[in-house]
């Protein structure tokens, strides 16, 4: 089911991790963000865009992760983009021997077989530092940053004032770091870069959970950036997303903090006996 957020912008909504697929109609046809995640979501967002007389003209991936870069027959052979970083990621993934298995491994097993991988990744990187994806449509600009994944990008679409984030800004999910040198300085990094279109944004669209709207962006923003403080001062977090005040069924976040936690408190001990 595709639900309006705003003036030309639909969202359709996975089930299992609640991914939110974007749609933004344009001159010709659509732009489509982050199809998800099984042969049966993808292919009822496809007929949900038929019956619309919507074709499909472009894609776009805002990061690498598995469940960002699937992509279905249904919706058309177009050009999909992603980052030129988030491209030349997933073109070393899938240069190795094997890579379809081991992305296979790391599907949830509830939907590990009716996640189809044949047409997983095939990006086309825009151009390092490209500020618009290149499509007959509203301005979408491209807003990259350092969190969470390699060529990870948000997306703005400017005259409908809907900040596309990727797996940003959660109600569901806490910051989950990428694996950098500086995990936790470059996730604020990435929350100053949206920070910074705050002002912009009417509608705010998470890679997965609640949609928001203007008075919750910087609400978001905050908490985030409070979990990744007490993260990083090895505080623990007074946070929604964890746990006795957790949502029933999402209790393994949990483990993705306790994870995370351990990490920072490592690389704490580590650069401690360097310095």
Same mark, same amino acid.
């Not at 009716?114 to 994806?133: H, K, N, R, S, W």
């Not at 569901?172 to 995990?183: A, R, S």
């Given at each position: 089911?595709?639900?309006?957020?705003?003036?030309? +912008?639909?969202?359709?909504?996975?089930?299992?991790?609640?991914?939110?697929?974007?749609? +933004?109609?344009?001159?010709?046809?659509?732009?489509?963000?982050?199809?998800?995640?099984?042969?049966?979501?993808?292919?009822?967002?496809?007929?949900?865009?038929?019956?619309? =007389?919507?074709?499909? +003209?472009?894609?776009?991936?805002?990061?690498?992760?598995?469940?960002?870069?699937?992509?279905?027959?249904?919706?058309?052979?177009?050009?999909?983009?992603?980052?030129?970083?988030?491209?030349?990621?997933?073109?070393?993934?899938?240069?190795?021997?094997?890579?379809?298995?081991?992305?296979?491994?790391?599907?949830?097993?509830?939907?590990?077989?009716?996640?189809?991988?044949?047409?997983?990744?095939?990006?086309? =990187?825009?151009?390092?530092?490209?500020?618009?994806?290149?499509?007959?449509?509203?301005?979408?600009?491209?807003?990259?940053?350092?969190?969470?994944?390699?060529?990870?990008?948000?997306?703005?679409?400017?005259?409908?004032?809907?900040?596309?984030?990727?797996?940003?800004?959660?109600?569901?999910?806490?910051?989950?770091?990428?694996?950098?040198?500086?995990?936790?300085?470059?996730?604020?990094?990435?929350?100053?870069?949206?920070?910074?279109?705050?002002?912009? +944004?009417?509608?705010?669209?998470? =890679?997965?959970?609640?949609?928001?709207?203007?008075?919750?962006?910087?609400?978001?923003?905050?908490?985030?950036?409070?979990?990744?403080?007490?993260?990083?001062?090895?505080?623990?977090?007074?946070?929604?997303?964890?746990?006795?005040?957790?949502?029933?069924?999402?209790?393994?976040?949990?483990?993705?903090?306790?994870?995370?936690?351990?990490?920072?408190?490592?690389?704490?001990?580590?650069?401690?006996?360097? =310095?």
């Amino acid at each position: 089911m595709l639900t309006p957020v705003a003036d030309g +912008v639909l969202v359709h909504r996975s089930e299992l991790l609640r991914n939110n697929t974007v749609v +933004v109609r344009g001159e010709a046809g659509v732009l489509v963000v982050d199809p998800g995640l099984t042969n049966g979501e993808m292919g009822c967002l496809a007929e949900d865009l038929r019956r619309l =007389g919507q074709p499909v +003209v472009a894609g776009f991936a805002t990061h690498p992760d598995w469940d960002h870069v699937l992509w279905h027959a249904d919706l058309g052979d177009v050009p999909r983009y992603g980052t030129a970083r988030c491209s030349a990621y997933l073109r070393e993934l899938m240069s190795t021997a094997g890579w379809k298995a081991r992305v296979a491994e790391g599907l949830p097993p509830e939907i590990a077989e009716e996640t189809p991988l044949d047409l997983f990744g095939l990006l086309t =990187g825009l151009p390092a530092g490209a500020a618009q994806i290149p499509w007959d449509g509203p301005a979408v600009r491209v807003i990259e940053h350092p969190a969470h994944a390699p060529g990870h990008a948000a997306l703005l679409v400017e005259d409908r004032g809907v900040l596309v984030a990727g797996d940003m800004l959660s109600d569901l999910f806490i910051p989950m770091l990428d694996d950098t040198e500086h995990p936790v300085e470059d996730y604020l990094t990435g929350l100053r870069l949206l920070e910074s279109v705050a002002d912009d +944004v009417d509608v705010l669209v998470p =890679g997965h959970g609640s949609v928001a709207l203007a008075d919750q962006v910087r609400v978001r923003i905050g908490q985030d950036r409070e979990y990744l403080h007490a993260l990083r001062d090895g505080r623990a977090p007074d946070d929604p997303r964890l746990g006795s005040s957790v949502e029933p069924g999402w209790e393994w976040v949990d483990g993705i903090h306790e994870g995370q936690a351990a990490r920072i408190a490592r690389r704490g001990e580590r650069d401690g006996t360097e =310095g």
